[in-house]
């Protein structure tokens, strides 16, 4: 990389977010925000049972009601010819089974399978209208047993939610050698066995999700706007498998968006829906969901229920690992779903550590819930929470300290590039440094003394910690094709200088929150050596960038910034030409930095704007050699998954009378590699550490057994504030990552993988002198205060867990 | 929200004809729990009485031996006034901990009691300092008023129009939250007063009650110890996800040794 003209802009700067003047002064353009002449409103009816069949929908009175525009149900939809909402992952199983895909209708056909599946649509001129007509919807249901829990839907004889998915389940499969690992437990001095289930989250992103559809009838154009964090990859889906609209008459536009942390990935029915309407109705409709119906509606996290075994030698050196797990598919197969709890999880199970054989299997289950798919970390956060919990149970069964028995099996910096039991293969890392510089951060070694402390005023205190690592940046495209997945990972820049040298950046990656518009801008800046002020970039528009699969799994800046670079290189490339033939030398004199085209070993130069000026104004020009004009696109194919890790160290208070758990120090070292923005990045981790301690203290997503919803509002369903997030300490400790030209790893997801166990640690460790050895996330109130209670003998009926 | 008429009269008389003139109306205050209710489709009143433009239901003062408070004073205005700061601070305090910033700045003290929610804070130190709610029509006692989950003594179309709460020599408050809503999961208003000591609870149960046991043993040892072994009966308490029945009962136990303390 060149050394940056513009030190305080450039890379390594603190920059100040050039977005968020825009987003706090309530300028921002979120799907909602727009309105378009003569829009209708849709409003969705949906199912009140988890599982019943539908003997008849009569829509007569909706339709007569003042304002209805038209009322569909699935009838409609199959009469039109559209197809099921497609998944974008398909997984094989033990013996080449190909995991079960039954049809996702875009309204329910014949059959609800979860509360909130869609049943039928109004289109109305106010969506007060249309909700009225759904009301006068009659829908003549016939109950079917819930299958609320994994448990219910692998019972023997339980119902069929699909009738193409015998036992409810979508694939069993496994990865790693079971030979090597039943080889590796016969020698063991210790088998510590660990149970626990990974809570069900809802993503609550503070904007909810909302679409519009629009129709040109001249042109035939499609336009949806919606709450995206891939519009491109909503426009292949959308397009390809459900509207079947080819791409060139179907625009994908993702304006501001409001956070999504995974949710605003996948492609949703009423995308769909708005999409088709606007085209039968020649006039565009919108929908805006309700924070009630965001519950019922937008994929959830996380659910799996797993059982692990960790074989050590005599010196606490592990030797192997056996891990089992059941994911919740949920009702039906959200796009990444079948992916998040095998590659994007199981290949993960080494974790920091050198277990030399590992095997792992993972049962995919339907149930009659909400779909589940990836949510911020998507499968890291669950085998973290996995290992590092089984690693401090390990060293308590061990006798060890919880330190020592980690730095015991660490992989060492000079064993990279390390190849893994289970598929991957790391680049870098420097798991001893991230471990260190937390503990110092922490003052880990004056801990008992505060321990002390607190216990004179009554509380219980513990600390915590977790060394975790993660994948993103994902990913290498023939690698993941050959693992189930349906689309290349690749990622695309379009660069555009203009004539005066300011310079468009149109990237297939999307903001939502992660502030791209500053450190994107940063990167070029630093490479073209332009001013910060001078470069724009440009997401979330089909109609404008040539191609993206967006932003998720932390892929942005190592696999979106990438392609920048690469742009950026072909940009110097063709300048260097074009400064050649204005400074009468030769290409390979040229050089370029600080925004300069310079004869090497003189003073003898061209500004980057001049040159632009040149491409534009080819008055004296090498016409017969190079084309007029300075604008280049690159597509980047990541070359490995990227590798950030690190220490969390998360210190608690319990106070015994009531169960509550505050959080009162949590210090986190994470290696993201080379960091562009410090700000931004520690801002990203702060917002991961949080949501990390919500699925740790509070955050919980409860079915009945009818299957209804419990937690369906903000009244049931616990998100942190904060009062409740300590005011952290974050610092980063790099190693670059040595396949990218950047060196960057990624830091979206880093805060919420690798701090629930951390926390659960922290609590565990308060909570010693009970004789207490685990708690199940999350650790509430009730939940600890029945722990305590009961281990002071009083009888209590309320279990712990 | 279904349609509604929309009147918002300037005094007292003229809300009570409105009321009276249409049984389905409903009076409207700060809003904070009966405009969710009406976004939920939950509520379907013909015509929302605002009582935001009348004179009669604001204003804090003190009259004698008590603070007197007006139905539309809200939250945010019972934490920092003055006179209530200094005469019942433990009431201002309890105001602070209601919601959230937005909540109190809308919310009022007549809108809390009036819609007497299990887990709403008023209702307790209502009890334990033993108001009397004003309306429109009456004086009734607080040990009347409250009369179980969201329903009070109050006929319909009759409008609160204050609280008087006599002045105690000594009060303090203590709750657990709900870890979701932030309502009350449990908490205790405590009051040492002209009328005795009055122990008031609210979050545990179907509506907030006196717990007389703890009353008695402080009338007699005013400390945090006198109420440290009384087990509140777990049988007619609260059970949900968040809290089981014998959890609550613990919490009435801790929270009023707590408000003791608090209370000085
Ligand atoms: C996010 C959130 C958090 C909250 N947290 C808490 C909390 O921690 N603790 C707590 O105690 N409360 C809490 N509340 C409730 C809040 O305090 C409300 O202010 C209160 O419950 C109702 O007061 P209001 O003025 O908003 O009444 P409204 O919503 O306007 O009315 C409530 C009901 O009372 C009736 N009513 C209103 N005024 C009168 C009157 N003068 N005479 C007769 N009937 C009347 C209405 O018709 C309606 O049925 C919370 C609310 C929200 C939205």
Known sequence: MNVTTHPSEGIGASVRRREDLRFLSGRGQYTDDLNRPGQLHAWILRSPYAHARID?????????????????????????????????????????????????????????????????????????????AAEAIAVSYTPLPALSTMAAALAPGAPLLHDDAPGNVCFDWEIGDAAATDAAFATAHKVVRFETTNNRLVPNAMEPRAAIGDYDPHSGEHTLYTTSQN????????????????????????????????????????????????????RPVKWTCERSEAFLSDAHGRDHVTTAELALDREGKFLGLRVSTLANMGAYLSTFAPAVPTYLSATLLAGVYTTPAIHGQVKAVFTSTVPVDAYRGAGRPETTYLLERLVDVAAREMGMDRIEIRRKNFIRPDQFPYQTPVALQYDSGDYEATLREALRGADYAGFEARRAEAKARGRLRGIGVSTYLEACGIAPSKLVGQLGARAG????????????????????????????????????????????????????????IPFGMGTYGSRSLAVGGSAMVKAMDKIIAKGRKIAAHLLEASVEDIEFSNGQFRVAGTDRAKAFAEISMAAYVPHNYPIEEIEPGLEETAFYDPKNFTYPGGCHICEVEIDPETGEVAVVAFTACDDVGRVINPMIVEGQIQGGLAQGIGQALIENT???????????????????????????????????????????????????????????????????????????????????????????????????E | MYDFAYHKPSSLADAVKLLAEDPDAKPISGGMTLLPALKHR???????????????????????????????????????????????????????????????????????????????????????????????????????????????????????????????????YAKLRNPASRYSMTGVFVAKGPKGVGVGVNGAASCAFRQKEMEAALAANWSPEAVANIRQPANDLNSDIHGSAEYRANLVTVMAKRAVADAG
């Open chain 2, 42 to 172: 939950l509520n379907m009143p013909t015509a929302l009485i605002d009582l935001s433009g009348i004179a009669e239901l604001r204003g804090i003062k003190r009259e004698g031996d008590a603070i007197v408070i007006g139905a539309m004073v809200k939250h945010f205005e019972v934490a920092t006034d003055p006179q209530i700061m200094a005469a019942i601070p433990a009431l201002a305090r309890m105001a602070a901990t209601i919601g959230d910033t937005q909540v109190r700045n809308r919310g009022t003290i007549g809108g809390s009691l009036a819609n007497n929610d299990p887990a709403a804070d008023y209702p307790a130190a209502a009890l334990a300092l033993g108001a009397t709610l004003i309306t429109d029509r009456r004086q009734i006692p607080a040990d009347d008023f409250f009369v179980g989950m969201f329903t009070t003594a109050m006929e319909p179309g009759e409008l609160l129009i204050g609280v008087s709460f006599p002045i105690p020599e000594k009060a303090g």
């Open chain 1, 56 to 132: 008849g929908i009569d829509t007569a009175a909706a339709a007569a009601m003042p304002g209805v525009q038209a009322v569909y149900t699935a009838a409609d939809i199959e009469a039109a010819g559209l197809g099921g909402i497609p998944c974008g992952w398909q997984v094989t199983g033990k013996g080449g089974q190909v995991m079960a895909e039954p049809m996702h209708p875009v309204l329910a056909s014949g059959k609800v399978r979860h509360v909130g599946d869609p049943v039928a649509v109004v289109v109305a001129e106010t969506r007060n209208q249309a909700r009225d």
């Open chain 1, 231 to 282: 519009p491109h990859v909503i426009r292949l889906l959308m397009g390809a498998f459900v509207l079947k609209v080819p791409e060139h008459r179907l625009r994908v536009v993702a304006p501001d968006v409001g956070g999504g942390f995974g949710s605003k990935i996948y492609h949703y029915a009423e995308e769909a829906i708005v999409t088709w309407s606007a085209a039968q109705l020649k």
């Open chain 1, 702 to 800: 409860v079915y009945d057994a009818e299957g209804q919803l419990l937690s369906a509002s903000f009244n049931d369903y616990a998100m942190p504030r904060a009062t409740q997030i300590p005011s952290f300490g974050v610092s980063t400790s790099t190693t670059l990552c040595t396949h990218n030209p950047l060196g960057v790893k990624g830091c979206g997801e880093v805060g919420a993988i690798g701090s629930p166990p951390a926390v659960i640690n922290a609590v565990v460790d308060a909570l010693r002198d009970y004789g207490v050895t685990h708690v199940e996330m999350p650790a509430t109130p009730l939940k600890i205060w029945s722990i305590i209670h009961a281990k002071d003998g009083a009888a209590l009926p309320a279990a712990a």
């Open chain 1, 489 to 544: 990972l690749y990622e695309v820049a379009n660069i555009r200088v203009h004539p005066t040298g300011s310079v468009s950046v149109f990237t297939g990656t999307h903001s939502h929150g992660q502030g791209h518009e500053t450190t994107f801008a940063q990167l070029v800046s630093e490479q073209l050596g332009v001013p910060l002020s001078q470069v724009e970039i440009v997401h979330g528009d089909t109609g404008k």
